[in-house]
């Protein structure tokens, strides 16, 4: 059977007593190493953006503790940024808000995180996490790393307060890279001379609200698993135990979703009974359509960004539950997640 | 023993360190039994190593380890020609923990229809497969051939080599023990060179190219051949640099600790024959079942060599799991194997329609691998062999079913598949020496650059562990 010695090798000096070779396949990690860390720090188009709308979406929560005391911070993943105008609620409403959505990429832990260091007593903390986040594997992807560090925050990821997940020192360092779908994409676009990405931040609204222009074809469809994860369990737990201590209110708004008019009754049953979950731990906002929404005009790149029309419905509406505090019961849930025949408005 | 995973290497660092400092007074106290400590230390890293994979994973091994080892010396005392025949209920002993963890559920419940829910989600320990089947072909050679029964710690090392016990390769007796008997912590700066070469180009091939592979495994179609085709191509590419990138770490950790492990891959794509890709794929393990199963059948030189042959492939296909899938894998292999050998002398193919003919063959068997619903499986199966579902609109749907960004993401991933698959066949028809290019000062460091470079960073474990 062939072994590993090989005819063709590298060279050996039989007198050193360094092995130069590993010094240098070292030294290539490492440099290479830092490289991609400068590079996923400070020159990553995505990174940057969102360290961008940091600072825009900070700067509007300070305005409105400063000017108001208490406001509605909304946060989520990119279906919360791209949904709902804080400035909307604020003039038809009178709810002094700020949109904190992020990327759904960050995480939920670091989503979370990140929100809570703009969140004071008395604020109400609006939850519109997609559904995926709280159901799928839980990990702390690539990208809250990197976002973690780019802010200056590294113990977000290596110390959360919140749910058991962590990485440690080694693995967050290694998770500074780009990876091949990003290295790969980024040189598709500089050949083709497109933006680097496609979000900027001149298109994020001082409140943290963002419109795009790009309209894509929804060509797939993101469902969940429809029951939480465990470590989504210890997460919601541990919010909520922050709130209650902190006198934060806190609620959940489930993101809409685009749905053909036919697959509604299976997605709201599916969400119904994710909710009633969710409501072990917190009150959820009464949204008749139960994530599910069926104008397809209202949505821009993706079936979770709703463009102006549809934001402005989903804001409007959900400006209404938060005045009124409407919220489902558990029995209610319970029973849409049995059923759930109702088609919506 | 995850190589991918940092901790695998913190740990085996931490544990070379601590080795290190214990040697100094080790050796001064002991002398010139110094040699004993490093065979002491040698296991003891590997048990540590193994219970961080998990700590039962660690007490079976122990288990079948040590009742191999027992078992052999009883054998050997009782004399050779009764421990030729308490071999026979000896074996299956050996192999009791491998079938309960891996086989019970699919042989009571599955197939027998049983109603045993103890069985059901076992997790199976990581290497088991490997370890038996080493250890196995270890008691069959000591007690078969008379060979001396090795000393306790040299068998143990043997059995629990750290850099291959959960994956491999699988070794013989007189390649690796007398490597074991001689072992001694030494440092050696042209082991470590031509090791950390072996590791860089397994670690490029797991990390880089394995782990951005897996992205776009999509299992779903069913209906559409070029779908079905680009699943099976891509966790064709998969596998193989997943499995062949654990064996190369292997092969270098093992070199930079002095131990020559055998190559478990020999570049099996490059393979222009059925034939010839068994002869570089899983090398290890397919010359354990030529000595252990196809030989004594008969071989190849009997009337009935067609049944030997069905036979060792439908053993090998279930060695990886229990299921339909992986016996049809293993039979479609066997028939393939048997209609190469049969009809290999009366047709001549070009070596490039070969090539294209043998990867198609090949890629077309994966299906049965990946697949574990069998209606859905049957539906693939009926899909890529009907002519009509090749159509335009299909080829389109696969097209598009994918964003640009990913569609040209794939295309360069392909490309950098093909410049390494290139690399490769060079070295296989040059220097008849797989990777040696690779393997190259200059070409490690493009390898190491590209690895941190593109690496995906998603948790992704070594398939084979599965197995």
Redesign the interface.
């Known amino acids: 059977?062939?072994?590993?010695?090989?005819?063709?090798?590298?060279?050996?000096?039989?007198r050193?007593?360094?092995?130069?070779?590993?010094v240098?396949?070292l030294a290539?990690?490492l440099l290479?190493?830092m490289a991609?860390a400068f590079y996923t720090l400070r020159l990553n188009p995505e990174i940057a953006y969102l360290r961008g709308s940091d600072r825009i979406k900070r700067a509007w929560a300070r305005k409105m503790t400063l000017e108001h005391g208490a406001k509605t911070i909304l946060f989520g993943g990119s279906s919360c940024e791209f949904s709902i105008d804080p400035e909307q609620l604020l003039e038809r409403h009178g709810l002094p808000a700020v949109n904190l959505g992020r990327n759904a990429g960050l995480g939920a832990s670091v989503l979370i995180e990140a929100t809570l260091i703009e969140t004071r007593p008395k604020d109400t903390l609006v939850m519109a996490i997609e559904p995926t986040l709280l159901t799928g594997p839980a990990?702390i992807p690539?990208l809250g790393v990197q976002f973690s560090f780019a802010l200056g925050h590294p113990e977000w990821v290596l110390a959360p307060r919140f749910g058991r997940l962590r990485k440690?020192w080694?693995?967050a360092l290694?998770?500074l890279?780009?990876?091949?779908?990003h290295?790969?994409?980024l040189?598709?676009k500089l050949v083709q001379g497109r933006p680097l990405y496609r979000y900027n931040t001149a298109e994020v609204r001082p409140t943290g609200f963002h419109q795009t222009p790009v309209r894509m074809p929804l060509?797939?469809l993101t469902s969940h698993a429809g029951h939480l994860h465990p470590e989504a369990r210890v997460l919601l737990e541990a919010l909520a135990q922050w709130c209650r201590s902190n006198q934060v209110t806190l609620c959940y708004s489930l993101p809409w979703r685009y749905t053909p008019i036919d697959a509604v009754p299976a997605y709201q049953r599916l969400n119904a009974g994710l909710l009633r979950e969710i409501a072990e731990y917190c009150p959820v906002l009464r949204d008749e359509q139960l994530g599910a929404h069926v104008v397809l005009e209202h949505f821009a790149d993706t079936e979770f960004h709703l463009n102006e029309p549809g934001a402005s419905l989903r804001t409007s509406q959900l400006g209404d539950q938060l005045k009124s505090g409407r919220f489902w019961t558990r029995a209610e849930l319970e029973q849409r997640a049995a059923s759930a025949k109702k088609e919506p408005g | 023993m995850n190589f991918a995973d940092?901790?695998f290497w913190?740990l085996l660092l931490s544990g070379l360190a601590v080795i290190a400092l214990l040697r100094i007074p080790a050796g001064a106290w002991l002398g010139s039994r110094a040699a004993v400590f490093d065979r002491l230390a040698l296991i003891a890293l590997g048990l540590c190593l193994l219970m961080a994979v998990s700590w039962v994973t660690c007490v079976i091994f122990l288990v079948v380890a040590v009742f191999s080892y027992c078992a052999m010396c009883y054998l050997v005392r009782r004399g050779r020609r009764h421990s030729r025949r308490l071999l026979i209920l000896f074996v299956p002993l050996q192999l009791l923990p491998l079938l309960y963890f891996k086989y019970a559920d699919f042989i009571l419940n599955e197939t027998l229809g049983g109603s045993f829910d103890t069985l059901r989600g076992l997790i199976i320990p990581a290497g088991i497969s490997f370890y038996t089947f080493q250890m196995m072909s270890f008691v069959i050679d000591t007690l078969a051939f008379g060979r001396p029964l090795p000393r306790v710690l040299d068998f143990f090392n043997f059995a629990g080599f750290f850099p291959q016990v959960v994956a491999g390769p699988i070794e013989r007796r007189e390649?690796l023990l007398p490597q074991m008997e001689q072992f001694k912590f030494r440092?050696s700066?042209?082991n470590?060179?031509?090791g950390?070469?072996?590791v860089?180009v397994g670690m490029f091939f797991k990390c880089?190219l394995a782990d951005?592979a897996a992205?776009y495994v999509d299992r779903t179609s069913v209906s559409n051949p070029f779908s079905i085709w680009l699943a099976n191509l891509m966790f064709g590419l998969r596998i193989y640099y997943d499995f062949a990138g654990y064996s190369l770490v292997a092969?270098?950790l093992?070199?930079c600790l002095g131990i020559?492990?055998?190559?478990n891959f020999?570049s099996p794509y490059c393979s222009t024959s059925i034939r010839e890709f068994w002869h570089r794929w899983h090398?290890?393990l397919s010359?354990w079942f030529r000595t252990y199963v196809y030989l004594p059948l008969g071989g190849g030189r009997t009337r009935w060599w067609m049944f030997n042959v069905a036979v060792v492939f439908v053993v090998s296909g279930l060695w990886h799991g229990a299921g339909w899938g992986f016996l049809l894998w293993g039979t479609f292999h066997g028939i393939a194997l048997i209609v190469n050998r049969a009809l290999g002398g009366a047709i001549r193919l070009p070596r490039f329609v070969a090539w294209v003919v043998t990867l198609v063959a090949v890629l077309f068997g994966w299906v049965f691998f990946y697949e574990t619903r069998t209606p859905d499986l049957l539906t693939k199966v009926a899909t890529l062999w009907n002519p009509m579902a090749y159509t335009a609109a299909a080829f389109r749907e696969t097209l598009?079913?994918m964003?640009g960004?990913?569609l040209?993401?794939l295309t360069?991933?392909l490309l950098l598949v093909a410049v390494v698959w290139a690399v490769e066949w060079l070295s296989v028809a040059r220097?008849d020496?797989?990777y040696?290019?690779l393997?190259?000062?200059v070409a490690?460091?493009v390898l190491?650059?590209l690895t941190?470079?593109?690496?995906?960073?998603?948790?992704n474990a070594f398939i084979y562990f599965a197995f």
Request: aromatic letters at 8%; a positive charge; glycine letters at 8%.
């Open positions: 059977m062939p072994s590993s010695t090989s005819r063709f090798s590298v060279k050996h000096h039989t050193q007593r360094v092995p130069w070779f590993v240098q396949l290539a990690t290479t190493g991609t990990d690539m440690s080694p693995a290694l998770a890279r780009p990876g091949g779908y290295v790969f994409t040189l598709g060509t797939t | 940092s901790r913190i390649d440092w700066t042209e470590l060179n031509a950390a070469a072996w860089a880089c951005n992205i092969v270098g093992g070199r020559r492990l055998t190559l020999l090398v290890t010359g598009t079913s964003s960004g990913h040209f993401a360069c991933l220097r020496d797989p040696c290019y393997r190259h000062p490690a460091v190491v650059v941190v470079l593109l690496a995906p960073g998603n948790d």
